[in-house]
Every structure is written in C-alpha cells, then in structure tokens.
C-alpha cells in the first residue's frame, strides 16, 4: 500500500522533500512502484545550480525512462552514489536509503502535504 | 476504441496484486511484484503466465494442410501429426502481417496461434484465402484460456499439478515425458480435456496449455500450488518482453511489421519456396512472387543485436549512430527495435535494423540515447541461450 510519511513535503511529479538543512529528495513509493525496478539513474553534479520545477536527472527502470525534478531552487548539495551504484534501493527504501539528493535551498516551487498528495494521488 | 477484454484468469490476477495494462485490446498483467524478480524466477525456476489474449484459430477439413500452405510462409503440410511449427503470414507484396505457431493437433486439423492484436486480421486474411479449399474457420479462442508454464522446472512442475493427468484417449499415445520440444499433447484437467505444446517465447523450456474457460482458475491455482515448492512464480507481460529478447525472439510491431519481409528480420528460413503439392508442383502461396525476388536482392537493412557497453539502455525507436567523439552523435545507421537492460547477463541489449554494412559481428556502433551516444556493439543473437544438459 502507498506510504506518505506526514513529515515529508511532496510534488505532483511525485518526489518527496526532507526540509531539513540541506534539504533531502527522492520519489515517493507511488513513483517507485509506477516506475518499475530501477537500472539506472542520472543525478545532478554536486555544486550544479538548480531552478524549482527544472530537469534535474533521469530514472531509468526496466521498461520506461522518467525525468527526475528538482522541487525547489538552489545548490546541489550531494548526490547519493550508492543508489546510482545500486538503483534498486530506490524500489525497496524510497524514503530511506534511496533518497536521491540533497539541495541548499534558496526557493521552493509549489509542494504538497502528505493529505494533499494522497488526494493527488488518489490514495 | 471499445473497453480493453478481460481474460477468465482476470480475477486472480487482481488479487495477487497485479498492475493490469491494455495490450493487444486486453487488459493483462503487466508485473505482479517485480520484473527483475519475476524475469530471474523463469532463468532459475519457472513463470507462471497467462496468455489468454493469444488468438487462436482452428482450421479443419481435409484441404487444411492444403490451405495453410497457401494461406501461410511455411510448409504447414510436413509438420506431423502433434508437431508445432513457427511461420509468418504474409501479405502479396512479402511484408509480414503476423508471426504464428501452428499445431497439427489431430488428423485434418490446426490450431494457428496468432498475436492477439493480429487476431482478427489473420481471421480476416485466411478467410479470403480460402477460395477452392475445403476447410472450415472457426475462432475458438473466446471459449478457451491459454496458461504458460515456462522455466527449468516446467516439466517438474507439470507432472505435479493436481488434476492434470494424461489420458490415452486424448494424448494420441504420447506419453507426457516423451512430449518433444515444439510438439503437443492432448491431456486431462479434472474432466475437461486440455491441449500441452512444448513451446513458449522465453528462451527457456516450457509448456502452454489450452484449457476451457470455465477450467481456466481451477488450473491456474492448481500450478501456482504445483510450483510453489520448486519457486514458481506469477509473471507479467514485462517479464516475458524481457525474456523473448534476451533468447532474440521477434516481437511482432517491433522487429515484424508491414514494411518488413521475414528476409530482413532474419527469419528467411521460414519462408519455403521449395513447397511442392503431391503432384510435385511449386505451391503458389500468397506472398511467394514477392519474396523470391527479396530473397535474390541484397537487403538494404538488417536485424542485429547490439550490446551496451555502458549501463544506459536503448529503447525501441532511438537512432543507431556511427561512434563519433566522446557522447557525440555520429551519423544515422539504423533504429532500434526493442531494448532493455539485460536482468540475466546485465547489460543493455537491443535489437535494431541497421544498414548492411555496419551489421558485422563486432562492428562498434552507438546508440543515440537522449542526445547522448551510448557504445554498442553488434553480437550475435540469441543473447541468452538456457544450459543445455
């Protein structure tokens, strides 16, 4: 069943922002499970500027292709390598060890609360 | 577009938890838990998938064999009694319409299993070839369900199904042991009589078994409970694209269409222009004219395997490229067919028509993935080849 932790913050493109300092990005579980096991993933340099709402990245499963968004504005901060080594803990930890990077934030776009996105989602 | 068609096994897909897709106007399921989970399972254990899409046609009368041999690429007419043959019907100008099995599967009678978004067309097309045979048509798949047991442990998994069970009366005095790679059998399930081939589109061995409608659950939970112990598992329509690629079988819209001849795709061997009627003259079967002159012309494209160097795999439409510098887009050589990550050898692979002369063995290409050029290299198929032992 879908899982939308009530800490996190969330977009309509279905990734879910830790707002602590830096802030923490990964997909949500819908994401994951729509998705399909993960293969690859293409994720932003480290020091890259990034625009709320701009093409960050890509996640690549078995059957289709996704681009990944930033949900908010800044510098990217880290990205996790272990889950570009190992893309398969985006399918089984999405909030967790899957999280994908993490952001300096100098503005957000429009994020959703848990409630909101599982009425987005039909959950 | 009408709603998508449910198959009689619609129900247990559900509850296992499936995510259902449209294909071929049915709704069918996509993958019940993972892909890679479910891919691993056939390369290691057995799959269990439901094929009920699948068209199916009987073909009866005593100009059957006849007919077919017109009416197909193949020559339907040598395949025994019980045999299974792969074929292709074309249309007048050689292009393929659809890829098929055929199953002689009594004296004077077909089972001609085509592509479920074919269903109709084949349907339509024999219908109009069958001026001057003495056959009968009659699409039987609508009463029927057609169940897939694929995998290493197929065999096993059969011989311990509850229910199933041979029966001298319908088997034609094959022993289920005994049961040949793209041959069949008449067997029983409970009281209903069922149709065993040995084939399937997995690079594996493997089984696919006709049943009627209202037999199709009770078979369905009598195999997953057969095959639990030996690590039987549902799979979906992702697990099979997957698993028809890496043993480098067509996928009919992808690698097969109306703007290719069986000669391009690499599959010249089906078509038979040596077929003779008993008298020992040529057999005009539809398409012949048309594929004599392709087979005598050079190609102008090819069917090959690629293999990614990379991690990044190709998909189906992306460019084939010359290698240019670093992620540089070369020029255009061809397009890729089907592509994915390889779960069993994990890599990417990928099938693409590209122009002769690029198409050797080990010819180092690139493929344009999103602007960027990933390295392939042209190998040989099939990618996957199960042990033999």
Known sequence: MADFPENLKYTTEHEWLDDSTPAVIGVTDVAAEALGDVVYLELPEVGATVEAGAVVGEIESTKSVSELYSPVSGTIAEVNTEAVDNPEIVNQDPYGKGWLFKVEITGTGELLTAAQYAEHTGN | ?389
Request: aromatic share 8%; proline share 6%.
């Open chain 2, 1 to 389: 577009m009408g709603e998508d068609r449910k198959t009689p096994l619609h129900d247990e897909h559900v509850a296992l938890g499936a995510s259902m897709t449209p294909f071929g106007g049915w709704l069918m399921p996509l993958r019940y838990t993972s892909d890679l989970a479910e891919h691993r399972a056939v390369r290691e254990a057995a799959g269990l998938f439901d094929l009920s899409h699948m068209g199916n046609i009987s073909v009866t009368g005593p100009d059957a064999a006849a007919f077919l041999d017109h009416a197909l690429v193949g020559y339907i007419s040598k395949v025994r009694e019980m045999g299974a043959r792969y074929s292709m019907i074309c249309a007048e100008d050689g292009s393929v319409l659809d890829d098929l099995i055929v199953y002689h599967v009594a004296p004077g009678a077909y089972s001609v299993v085509a592509n479920a978004a074919n269903a109709e067309l084949v349907l339509e097309k024999f219908r109009e070839r069958t001026a001057g045979f003495d056959v009968v048509l009659e699409d039987v798949q609508p009463g029927q369900a057609l169940i897939a047991v694929q995998g290493p442990r197929a065999a096993e998994i059969m011989r311990a199904t509850a229910g199933l069970v041979e029966d001298a009366e319908l088997s034609g005095g094959t022993a289920f042991d005994d049961l040949k790679y793209y041959a069949c059998l008449g067997m029983r399930f409970q009281d209903a009589p069922v149709l065993v081939g040995r084939t399937g589109y997995t690079g594996e061995d493997g089984f696919e078994i006709w049943v009627p409608a209202d037999k199709a659950v009770a078979l369905w939970r009598a195999l997953l409970a057969a095959g639990e112990p030996f690590g039987l598992v549902p799979a979906g329509l992702s697990a099979r694209d997957s698993l028809r690629l890496e043993a480098g079988m067509p996928l009919y819209g992808h690698e097969l269409d109306t703007t290719t001849t069986p000669f391009e795709a690499g599959m010249g061997r089906v078509v038979r222009l040596d077929k003779v009627s008993a008298d020992g003259t040529p057999i005009d079967f539809v398409g012949r004219a048309a594929l004599a002159a392709r087979k005598a012309s050079a190609p102008a494209r090819v069917l090959v395997g690629l293999r990614g160097d990379g991690r990044r795999p190709a998909r189906a439409e992306y460019e084939v490229v010359q290698r240019g510098v670093g992620t540089e887009v070369g020029a255009v050589v061809g397009r890729v067919t089907s592509g994915a990550p390889s779960p069993t050898l994990g890599y990417p692979i990928a099938m693409a028509y590209v122009t002769p002369e690029v198409s050797a063995e080990g010819t180092e290409l690139a493929v344009d993935v999103r602007g960027r050029a990933e390295p392939f290299v042209v190998v040989p198929m099939p990618f996957y080849r199960r042990p033999q032992n």
